[in-house]
């Protein structure tokens, strides 16, 4: 009787385990099934959230053990529903995000950015390809790719070499094909200046760091560090009243838009363009095949510290909460979780689909078939050092006053001394 009462106690205390488990039981038995809460972004009808929920699928079906229970939205619905869910304190253990003021500020207003430095694998991510995130280095998320990087200056190799010139090394590299240029009809360099965000974003990032030396300038200015109206700020926009004196840069490109700048360097008008690296897929592909992507070449007043840079904003990836990382389980479910997500497979997808500028993994090698201004992107995506972008930072009134201001530099309405005492006002209110 006693042996019989032993194993009916036992058997019960058994089922009761079962039982506490209940819900959270996987497939295999015995193993309690860890849920990692996740904000997706992506919705059913785009190659973002349809292939994040093909990704889980395999993942689930690899590891029956996790589960990633997401809330997949898309645009305004998504950075909508991130604030309703911080400010309800119903925070995801792992969620779409950046670290700038639109996809990171929400996160770090909630004190929800862990740094993820000390749970990164170093074989699997390449390090040197995730920029800082924090003020002491840490990194928030896990980028989907290298930075974005917004000031290329687009080479026609083909062109160039048919007038006598070859790769630029130095501003006055591009001076000196001023001459040939024009007499054959032609821009050296075209920017889309009708475009008020193309000064900001695709040149004078670059042109800022370059003649302060300091890769984060406009962060530490907007910051308070630095004034919009010291001497290296004044100096970067008269780089773009020299521009126009040079012949350099037309004073009639504040009459060119997007649409017409990449249309220009298509049908051979312009030797150089400039604009962002998402612009590489809309270059005519026969011309596309004999462009090249550079940065600037040595600007006047250039400092060696950040020689050869090029303005990138960091890329948006997935990261893990503070309140995801408290639960050890849970945070490692999650990381096991981004690397299926980043596999080399899954990576290689995106650089073919556009998605991401170039890979953050280790060693990775570049498929051959690619396009050869695909290629030209990952090398300099993977080469250049990177530096802030303004409106990454600099925002609402005083970017628009900038914006609008450079045109007005390259038109000859306004000094650079004006139009960076106007930001800084504008700035400090």
């Known amino acids: 009787m006693k042996k019989t009462l032993f194993v009916l106690a036992a058997l019960l205390a058994m089922a009761g385990m079962v039982f506490a488990s209940g819900q959270a039981q996987s497939g295999q038995a015995g193993t309690k099934q860890v849920v990692v809460k996740t904000m997706a972004y992506g919705d059913n009808s785009n190659s973002e959230g349809v292939n994040w929920v093909r990704i889980v699928k395999a993942f689930e079906k690899e590891n029956p053990n996790i589960k990633i229970d997401y809330e997949l939205l898309y645009d305004e619905a998504y950075h909508q529903k991130v604030a309703a869910r911080l400010a309800a304190g119903d925070v995801p253990a792992l969620a779409y995000m950046g670290a700038d003021a639109r996809w990171g500020a929400p996160w770090k207003e909630a004190k929800q950015q862990f740094d993820h430095r000390p749970y990164i694998d170093a074989n699997f991510f390449d390090l040197n390809l995730i920029p800082p995130m924090g003020p002491n280095g840490e990194i928030y998320e896990i980028p989907l790719g290298t930075s974005n990087i917004t000031t290329v200056l687009y080479m026609n190799e083909e062109l160039v070499k048919s007038l006598g010139f070859g790769e630029p090394k130095t501003y006055e590299d591009l001076v000196a094909m001023v001459p040939k240029a024009r007499a054959a009809g032609l821009d050296v360099v075209s920017i889309d200046g009708a475009d008020g965000w193309a000064w900001g974003s695709c040149l004078m990032s670059a042109i800022i760091a370059r003649v302060s030396g300091d890769a984060n300038w406009v962060s530490k200015a907007v910051a308070g560090q630095y004034k919009f109206t010291d001497q290296a700020f004044v100096d970067s926009l008269s780089l773009l009243q020299r521009m126009v004196k040079d012949g350099v840069i037309s004073d009639k490109s504040v009459l060119v838009d997007y649409g017409a700048n990449i249309s220009n360097f298509s049908n051979k008008k312009a030797l150089?363009?400039?604009?962002?690296?998402?612009?590489?897929g809309s270059i005519d592909p026969a011309v596309a095949e004999k462009t090249k992507m550079l940065a600037w070449p040595k600007l006047p007043g250039e400092k060696a510290a950040t020689a050869g840079s090029v303005a990138a904003a960091i890329q948006v990836g997935y990261g893990i909460t503070q309140a995801g990382a408290k639960d050890p389980a849970v945070r490692d479910a999650a990381l096991k979780f981004l690397k299926y997500f980043y596999s080399y497979e899954e990576t290689t997808q995106r650089l073919r689909d556009g998605a991401i500028v170039a890979p953050i993994l280790k060693n990775y090698k570049v498929p051959e078939d690619?396009?050869?201004?695909?290629?030209?992107?990952?090398?300099?995506?993977?080469?250049?050092?990177?530096?802030?972008?303004?409106?990454?930072?600099?925002?609402?009134?005083?970017?628009?006053?900038?914006?609008?201001?450079?045109?007005?530099?390259?038109?000859?309405?306004?000094?650079?001394?004006?139009?960076?005492?106007?930001v800084e006002k504008l700035l400090r209110k």
């Open 272 to 280: 150089f363009m400039v604009q962002g690296q998402w612009a590489a």
């Open 370 to 422: 690619l396009p050869t201004i695909v290629k030209q992107k990952v090398g300099l995506a993977q080469k250049a050092k990177n530096t802030d972008v303004i409106d990454a930072f600099l925002g609402g009134a005083p970017n628009d006053a900038l914006n609008a201001g450079m045109q007005k530099i390259v038109a000859g309405t306004a000094t650079p001394a004006e139009v960076a005492a106007e």
